[in-house]
């Protein structure tokens, strides 16, 4: 473990992330060449079996059967689960007593009463690593424990405050077989654990409660207690209805949502079966969730989503700016899209007229018939691809009435249904009525309709009455960058667009060819096979399910403050039966119009009762850090309590000043300053239109340094934080000063701020926002 100072700053020795990944890379590896050897032994067994196919009596060929069935079903799972196979590790107490279970593990659930000595000090007695499926060494010995095993229950259930036997639960966040990183939860930070004669390492989060918690004096042991009392508060919450859990910078919202849903799938897995949705604001986000909550098991059941990746077959690469988005975010946009999916029918060459040849007459509609057809359709409130079929009967009826066939039957009903029933079929087996029906009622697609929007005379039609002028021109002008099929690049803010289009339009049914079993069965054959002919590779089933689930049973919503009121509704579509997890800081909204996503939200939630948490103590950034961010919380959001950052590291935030033709070079030096300076990230924050500059500026400064627009910094942190430009910041957007003060918060231990002219330094380069 790194040294701590008596303000409880953690300085990590050089390297330790970098052995801790090779660490669990070379348990990984080892992991790898015993499934490389299960594998094996799994072929031979098909091998033999297909060797005894040769011997030919019945008892031969059922035992062949049946050794093959399981061989074939141990291979698939071993190859279906070869991915991303290790994702946590729990290091244990020694326990109360020394059984074993059959995967090899200790059963014991609370420790020994001599686990932790009188001075602190306590050894590890037990490591294991989890997974997917169970593997257990030549010796059997667990080298990983199944994920659904009882002795991998504590990675999931033990909290802050009821830890159990652990003391450290590590997530392993790996790529195939590439260990990417690791991070850790210290469970219990005031023991100084040892593991194999050295002490227990800890990185991430759980190095800075290893601070807080080893410092001198109990007010910071009691401050330790109170962010494990909450956060076990908000883990252990019942599932019913809507936990919001509220909080500022660094109380570690994101990471106890995260653990709670894993908490709650495994309390009650048949409940959440239908899966648990988490929702993050962006892409980077989603990236860094992964590595706390891992996908659990082969059933699918975590699915982690960026808001620009809700809808299938979309995702966000584009960037509207503000009065774009503010168009677009808008609850108002619902009504726009509901007459641009209707009036999207008329765009294009719409036929004016229709012929057709019935009973050996010409029938015809003209255009004013025709219309007169359409509205009468469009009175029906089924999505405007679905109308299609009423389209053709209305159709068949205007038809009919204009053939005066109705009329020659008037004391003869079954003769009139009988002739009426004989109308249909000719007029629908007639190639010019099914080309007009395809031209004049077309299957429309969402890409499509919003593609529509860019022609600005169509959307100030559909928009008469909900947009202002200037509105509908700022709206158009984004789209033009879409062909007219909708294709192009995305913001994150049309994919909730294409899904309120999804629910509008919706999708025909398609009829599927017959297969060739269908052809077999309809002749009354049936195909006898055997379980070795049967051992074709399949679709994994956590992909299918994966497909096919559109609804959820948990949701999850980080960064929930972001949402514009058109995405509450996206997200809103996939849990209308679910329970709710909703985590946010009205202080860190980046939206323009809390009170209209506020109205959406309602409307998601719904009358469900709600538990609301309160996260109060600010652990990552130190005291430094956060009172500069302070006082830009004071002007955005005066009269907010923020959270209270509880350590310290000496370490006043750097400010610097550079000229404009000199400010990349100025950045790539404080950068290059950072690096040296801290361990671990940096990220340099910037205005959202200087992100190309940026990378440009750190070119080869290596992937510790990661450059952000200022609206993509939300939820994360970094070792160091270089903000750029703070009044620029601060100036793009109206709500900037929330967005600055959000750019202030990444850091956990140091903070740098390069300021320009328009920042008004002093003497000191201290920004003008940013003065007493």
Same mark, same amino acid.
């Given at each position: 473990?790194?040294?701590?100072?008596?303000?409880?700053?953690?300085?990590?020795?050089?390297?330790?992330?970098?052995?801790?990944?090779?660490?669990?890379?070379?348990?990984?590896?080892?992991?790898?060449?015993?499934?490389?050897?299960?594998?094996?032994?799994?072929?031979?067994?098909?091998?033999?079996?297909?060797?005894?196919?040769?011997?030919?009596?019945?008892?031969?060929?059922?035992?062949?059967?049946?050794?093959?069935?399981?061989?074939?079903?141990?291979?698939?799972?071993?190859?279906?689960?070869?991915?991303?196979?290790?994702?946590?590790?729990?290091?244990?107490?020694?326990?109360?007593?020394?059984?074993?279970?059959?995967?090899?593990?200790?059963?014991?659930?609370?420790?020994?009463?001599?686990?932790?000595?009188?001075?602190?000090?306590?050894?590890?007695?037990?490591?294991?690593?989890?997974?997917?499926?169970?593997?257990?060494?030549?010796?059997?010995?667990?080298?990983?424990?199944?994920?659904?095993?009882?002795?991998?229950?504590?990675?999931?259930?033990?909290?802050?405050?009821?830890?159990?036997?652990?003391?450290?639960?590590?997530?392993?966040?790996?790529?195939?077989?590439?260990?990417?990183?690791?991070?850790?939860?210290?469970?219990?930070?005031?023991?100084?654990?040892?593991?194999?004669?050295?002490?227990?390492?800890?990185?991430?989060?759980?190095?800075?409660?290893?601070?807080?918690?080893?410092?001198?004096?109990?007010?910071?042991?009691?401050?330790?207690?109170?962010?494990?009392?909450?956060?076990?508060?908000?883990?252990?919450?019942?599932?019913?209805?809507?936990?919001?859990?509220? $909080?500022?910078?660094?109380?570690?919202?994101?990471?106890?949502?995260?653990?709670?849903?894993?908490?709650?799938?495994?309390?009650?897995?048949?409940?959440?079966?239908?899966?648990?949705?988490?929702?993050?604001?962006?892409?980077?986000?989603?990236?860094?969730?992964?590595?706390? /909550?891992?996908?659990?098991?082969?059933?699918?059941?975590?699915?982690?989503?960026?808001?620009?990746?809700?809808?299938?077959?979309?995702?966000?690469?584009?960037?509207?700016?503000?009065?774009?988005?503010?168009?677009?975010?808008?609850?108002?946009?619902?009504?726009?899209?509901?007459?641009?999916?209707? +009036?999207?029918?008329?765009?294009?060459?719409?036929?004016?007229?229709?012929?057709?040849?019935?009973?050996?007459?010409?029938?015809?509609?003209?255009?004013?018939?025709?219309?007169?057809?359409?509205?009468?359709?469009?009175?029906?409130?089924?999505?405007?691809?679905?109308?299609?079929?009423?389209?053709?009967?209305?159709?068949?009826?205007?038809?009919?009435?204009?053939?005066?066939?109705?009329?020659?039957?008037?004391?003869?009903?079954?003769?009139?249904?009988?002739?009426?029933?004989?109308?249909?079929?000719?007029?629908?087996?007639?190639?010019?009525?099914?080309?007009?029906?395809?031209?004049?009622?077309?299957?429309?697609?969402?890409?499509?309709?919003?593609?529509?929007?860019?022609?600005?005379?169509?959307?100030?039609?559909?928009?008469?009455?909900?947009?202002?002028?200037?509105?509908?021109?700022?709206?158009?002008?984004?789209?033009?960058?879409?062909?007219?099929?909708?294709?192009?690049?995305?913001?994150?803010?049309?994919?909730?667009?294409?899904?309120?289009?999804?629910?509008?339009?919706?999708?025909?049914?398609?009829?599927?060819?017959?297969?060739?079993?269908?052809?077999?069965?309809?002749?009354?054959?049936?195909?006898?096979?055997?379980?070795?002919?049967?051992?074709?590779?399949?679709?994994?089933?956590?992909?299918?399910?994966?497909?096919?689930?559109?609804?959820?049973?948990?949701?999850?919503?980080?960064?929930?403050?972001?949402?514009?009121?058109?995405?509450?509704?996206?997200?809103?579509?996939?849990?209308?039966?679910?329970?709710?997890?909703?985590?946010?800081?009205?202080?860190?909204?980046?939206?323009?119009?809390?009170?209209?996503?506020?109205?959406?939200?309602?409307?998601?939630?719904?009358?469900?009762?709600?538990?609301?948490?309160?996260?109060?103590?600010?652990?990552?950034?130190?005291?430094?850090?956060?009172?500069?961010?302070?006082?830009?919380?004071?002007?955005?959001?005066?009269?907010?309590?923020?959270?209270?950052?509880?350590?310290?590291?000496?370490?006043?935030?750097?400010?610097?000043?550079?000229?404009?033709?000199?400010?990349?070079?100025?950045?790539?030096?404080?950068?290059?300053? /950072?690096?040296?300076?801290?361990? +671990?990230?940096?990220?340099?924050?910037?205005?959202?239109?200087?992100?190309?500059?940026?990378?440009?500026?750190?070119?080869?400064?290596?992937?510790?340094?990661?450059?952000? $627009?200022?609206?993509?910094?939300?939820?994360?942190?970094?070792?160091?934080?270089?903000?750029?430009?703070?009044?620029?910041?601060?100036?793009?957007?109206?709500?900037?000063?929330?967005?600055?003060?959000?750019?202030?918060?990444?850091?956990?231990?140091?903070?740098?701020?390069?300021?320009?002219?328009?920042?008004?330094?002093?003497?000191?380069?201290?920004?003008?926002?940013?003065?007493?």
């Amino acid at each position: 473990m790194g040294a701590h100072d008596t303000a409880g700053q953690v300085t990590e020795p050089e390297g330790v992330r970098e052995r801790e990944i090779r660490a669990e890379q070379q348990h990984l590896d080892r992991v790898y060449r015993r499934l490389t050897e299960k594998i094996h032994e799994a072929e031979f067994l098909m091998d033999d079996a297909a060797r005894r196919a040769q011997v030919g009596t019945p008892g031969a060929l059922a035992e062949r059967d049946a050794q093959v069935f399981r061989a074939g079903v141990h291979l698939n799972r071993l190859n279906s689960e070869y991915e991303d196979f290790v994702f946590g590790r729990i290091d244990l107490l020694d326990g109360k007593d020394a059984a074993r279970g059959p995967d090899g593990a200790y059963t014991s659930v609370e420790p020994a009463e001599d686990a932790v000595r009188a001075d602190g000090t306590a050894d590890i007695a037990e490591t294991l690593h989890i997974g997917r499926i169970g593997v257990l060494d030549a010796g059997y010995s667990p080298l990983v424990i199944d994920w659904r095993a009882p002795a991998a229950a504590p990675f999931y259930r033990a909290t802050p405050v009821a830890p159990g036997r652990v003391v450290r639960r590590r997530v392993i966040r790996s790529k195939g077989r590439r260990v990417l990183g690791v991070e850790d939860d210290l469970l219990r930070p005031g023991l100084r654990p040892r593991l194999g004669g050295t002490e227990l390492p800890v990185v991430g989060d759980g190095a800075l409660m290893a601070a807080l918690g080893r410092a001198r004096g109990h007010a910071m042991r009691d401050i330790v207690a109170s962010i494990q009392a909450e956060q076990d508060e908000v883990i252990r919450a019942p599932a019913a209805s809507v936990t919001e859990v509220g $909080g500022g910078p660094g109380t570690g919202k994101t990471a106890v949502a995260l653990h709670r849903a894993a908490y709650l799938l495994y309390q009650d897995r048949r409940r959440y079966a239908g899966g648990i949705l988490v929702v993050s604001p962006t892409p980077l986000l989603v990236a860094y969730t992964e590595g706390v /909550l891992p996908s659990l098991g082969e059933e699918g059941q975590v699915a982690i989503r960026a808001l620009g990746s809700l809808v299938e077959g979309a995702e966000a690469t584009a960037y509207d700016e503000q009065p774009v988005a503010r168009v677009k975010g808008s609850v108002r946009m619902a009504k726009v899209l509901r007459k641009a999916a209707r +009036g999207a029918l008329e765009l294009g060459e719409v036929p004016q007229r229709l012929r057709v040849v019935a009973f050996g007459r010409s029938v015809r509609l003209e255009a004013g018939e025709l219309a007169r057809v359409r509205q009468q359709v469009l009175g029906g409130t089924a999505p405007v691809n679905l109308m299609r079929p009423r389209a053709r009967r209305l159709l068949l009826d205007a038809l009919w009435e204009k053939s005066g066939a109705a009329g020659r039957y008037p004391d003869d009903p079954e003769l009139a249904a009988e002739a009426r029933e004989g109308f249909d079929e000719d007029v629908s087996a007639e190639p010019e009525f099914r080309d007009f029906l395809t031209a004049w009622w077309p299957e429309l697609t969402p890409r499509r309709v919003l593609a529509a929007l860019a022609d600005e005379r169509a959307l100030a039609g559909w928009a008469r009455r909900v947009l202002r002028g200037e509105e509908v021109r700022t709206l158009a002008g984004s789209l033009r960058r879409l062909d007219a099929a909708g294709e192009g690049p995305l913001s994150v803010h049309d994919v909730a667009l294409l899904d309120e289009l999804q629910q509008l339009l919706g999708t025909p049914p398609r009829e599927k060819p017959p297969t060739e079993e269908d052809l077999l069965a309809e002749l009354g054959v049936a195909e006898v096979t055997t379980a070795a002919d049967r051992n074709a590779p399949r679709r994994a089933r956590a992909d299918r399910l994966a497909e096919e689930r559109t609804d959820y049973a948990h949701v999850i919503v980080d960064e929930a403050q972001d949402l514009t009121p058109m995405q509450w509704r996206m997200v809103g579509r996939r849990g209308r039966q679910a329970t709710w997890t909703v985590v946010g800081d009205p202080a860190q909204s980046s939206w323009t119009d809390p009170d209209e996503s506020a109205v959406a939200r309602d409307e998601v939630l719904g009358s469900r009762p709600r538990r609301r948490f309160e996260l109060t103590v600010n652990y990552r950034n130190p005291a430094e850090v956060a009172a500069l961010a302070d006082r830009v919380l004071a002007l955005a959001m005066p009269g907010v309590a923020p959270p209270e950052a509880v350590r310290s590291t000496g370490l006043e935030p750097r400010f610097t000043v550079a000229r404009e033709d000199r400010f990349g070079t100025a950045v790539r030096e404080e950068a290059h300053r /950072l690096l040296a300076e801290v361990d +671990g990230t940096v990220g340099v924050v910037v205005p959202m239109g200087r992100r190309a500059e940026a990378r440009g500026w750190l070119a080869g400064l290596g992937p510790r340094v990661v450059a952000l $627009g200022s609206l993509e910094a939300k939820g994360l942190e970094y070792d160091a934080t270089l903000v750029v430009s703070p009044a620029e910041i601060a100036e793009e957007t109206p709500v900037g000063l929330r967005v600055l003060y959000v750019a202030l918060t990444r850091a956990t231990q140091r903070l740098t701020l390069v300021s320009g002219e328009r920042d008004l330094p002093d003497a000191q380069g201290v920004p003008d926002l940013l003065r007493d």
